[in-house]
């Protein structure tokens, strides 16, 4: 009996999502920001909550929630057709991060004008590839072609190259508090980029449904830049 009510509890404590595994995916940072703020609030109120994250590109987390690889992901804009649902929660500027002796350094804000001729580092592969394709974009509309060196290293060391003035490096908002010597950010005007939370409209973790809940209400809470 003793075991019995024990397995009672436990089932118990899963449907109100006070244990379980959860499988995230992310597209930015999780050193400040929105996604820092949420998961410090949930780690909070579920300890017990077993957190597993993954980064990559919008299209490569579409494909693990089809695949129930992923429970959720929070991704960089909505523009691939897809079937699941989908919730803009937060926005942020774009930054690019250069070291402290470049010429542009010196200006508050930069336009793309300014950094068409620069070599942009960018990582291999998952969100270096969605970074690339819109600094492509971005760039191509005022008849300019990028430059890249692709860069198979995380984003810490991506800022070592900045510093040792290898080249320049697209960065978000919530990016910036990473703090490299010699590095220095500057927004980029009327960049402002849309998040997502995208998740399968069958989801049955009852985690993920409290994740999603209260990322709907801190996203209510907060004024986002427009």
């Given at each position: 009996m003793s075991q019995f009510?024990?397995?009672?509890r436990e089932a118990g404590a899963i449907g109100r999502s006070e244990t379980g595994h959860l499988r995230v995916g992310l597209f930015s940072s999780i050193a400040s920001g929105f996604v820092s703020q949420l998961f410090t609030a949930y780690d909070h109120k579920h300890p017990n909550v077993e957190v597993s994250f993954w980064e990559g590109s919008a299209a490569q987390h579409l494909l693990s929630i089809k695949k129930s690889q992923l429970d959720l992901a929070f991704t960089i804009g909505n523009r691939q057709s897809h079937p699941h649902d989908a919730h803009e929660l937060w926005r942020e500027r774009v930054f690019v991060a250069v070291w402290d002796t470049h010429p542009l350094s010196t200006k508050s804000e930069l336009n793309w004008s300014d950094l068409a001729h620069e070599t942009f580092l960018v990582r291999l592969g998952g969100p270096g590839d969605e970074v690339r394709e819109y600094i492509s974009l971005r760039l191509n509309e005022i008849g300019r072609r990028p430059r890249f060196l692709i860069q198979n290293i995380g984003r810490y060391r991506l800022l070592r190259l900045v510093a040792w003035r290898r080249g320049v490096a697209a960065m978000l908002a919530s990016e910036t508090a990473i703090s490299i010597p010699g590095v220095i950010y500057r927004p980029i005007a009327c960049e402002i980029l849309p998040?997502?939370?995208?998740?399968?409209?069958?989801?049955?973790?009852?985690?993920?449904?409290?994740l999603l809940s209260m990322a709907r209400t801190l996203s209510r809470s907060k004024r986002w830049p427009s």
């Open positions: 009510d024990e397995g009672v998040f997502f939370v995208v998740s399968s409209a069958r989801i049955d973790n009852p985690a993920a449904r409290t």
